[in-house]
């Protein structure tokens, strides 16, 4: 895997991709954070060596890279899954690319459903820890400790300081801001009652199907780590609808202006 990310990074390099501080990787309906970027170099995932391409219609397939709040910054649009048929170590691999480039922060958002009923669609929720249902880890490959520690340590896969400055600016700019705990699952099918009810049972508030693999190599990079949800339904499984997948993106993108916000504002303060 070194010789691909070497290759990987080299070309990246020649393109322009200089020294990023912070990593950002953009999830179902978050794209317009990319809106913010000054200076952007775009590169479609598809003419990068080595990288997976996005397959989901409502991903862009870009690595941008450019400035906001004047820190050098590269940002995932569109981000990929198990469900598309990748490998954990896929999932992964533009992490990898990114700590290579020089990045010091990754900041992921995503898409997910509300478990904790107290908590309502529109709404954020600050990823304080997570429970991995995906049935492996990226991390479990042969070599992988050419790459770093075997034994990943996931006691605070957050970062606490990052997740205290998220708070205070919600708090100073009156934006709702929930903390939970994100399940990861496969996908692509969503839960049946009896998945949230268990969900619930083992202390999810909120479920989705991407961000862990990546904060799991994040954690194995020693890199600091920010994740926040954007609750695009509530599971509710004693009334449960049938899912409408334009519904969710609607919602995603309702609320995208307050998570783009949040992010904004941390980056300035990094």
């Known amino acids: 895997m070194k010789a691909f990310i070497d290759e990987t990074t080299e070309y990246l390099v020649q393109k322009g991709f200089d020294k990023p501080e912070i990593g950002i990787i953009l999830g179902t309906g978050l794209g317009k954070l990319v809106e913010e970027i000054n200076n952007p170099i775009e590169v479609s995932y598809n003419h990068i060596p080595n990288f997976p391409t996005a397959t989901v219609e409502f991903h862009k397939g870009k690595l941008i890279y450019g400035t906001i709040e004047n820190k050098k910054v590269i940002v995932m649009q569109g981000r990929f899954h198990l469900y598309e048929g990748y490998t954990l170590q896929d999932v992964t691999f533009p992490v990898r690319i990114m700590d290579t480039l020089g990045i010091q922060t990754l900041l992921v958002s995503n898409a997910s459903?509300?478990?904790?009923?107290?908590?309502?669609?529109?709404?954020?929720?600050?990823?304080?820890?997570?429970?991995?249902?995906?049935?492996?880890?990226?991390?479990?490959?042969?070599?992988?400790?050419?790459?770093?520690?075997?034994?990943?340590?996931?006691?605070?896969?957050?970062?606490?300081?990052?997740?205290?400055?998220?708070?205070?600016?919600?708090?100073?700019?009156?934006?709702?801001?929930?903390?939970?705990?994100?399940?990861?699952?496969?996908?692509?099918?969503?839960?049946?009652?009896?998945?949230?009810?268990?969900?619930?049972?083992?202390?999810?508030?909120?479920?989705?199907?991407?961000?862990?693999?990546?904060?799991?190599?994040?954690?194995?990079?020693?890199?600091?780590?920010?994740?926040?949800?954007?609750?695009?339904?509530?599971?509710?499984?004693?009334?449960?609808?049938?899912?409408?997948?334009?519904?969710?993106?609607?919602?995603?993108?309702?609320?995208?202006?307050?998570?783009?916000?949040?992010?904004?504002?941390?980056?300035?303060?990094?």
């Open 113 to 270: 459903g509300a478990i904790n009923l107290d908590f309502k669609k529109g709404e954020l929720m600050l990823i304080d820890d997570h429970i991995n249902l995906q049935g492996g880890s990226p991390l479990a490959f042969k070599g992988v400790e050419q790459l770093g520690e075997r034994f990943a340590d996931m006691s605070a896969p957050y970062n606490l300081d990052l997740n205290s400055k998220f708070e205070a600016i919600a708090k100073q700019l009156s934006i709702k801001l929930h903390k939970g705990v994100y399940a990861s699952v496969v996908g692509p099918q969503l839960e049946t009652r009896a998945e949230y009810r268990y969900l619930k049972i083992i202390g999810a508030d909120a479920v989705g199907m991407s961000t862990v693999p990546e904060v799991i190599v994040a954690n194995h990079l020693n890199l600091k780590v920010a994740a926040i949800s954007v609750l695009t339904d509530e599971c509710d499984p004693d009334n449960l609808a049938p899912v409408d997948i334009a519904e969710i993106i609607m919602m995603a993108s309702q609320a995208e202006p307050h998570m783009i916000t949040l992010f904004k504002n941390l980056i300035a303060s990094i």
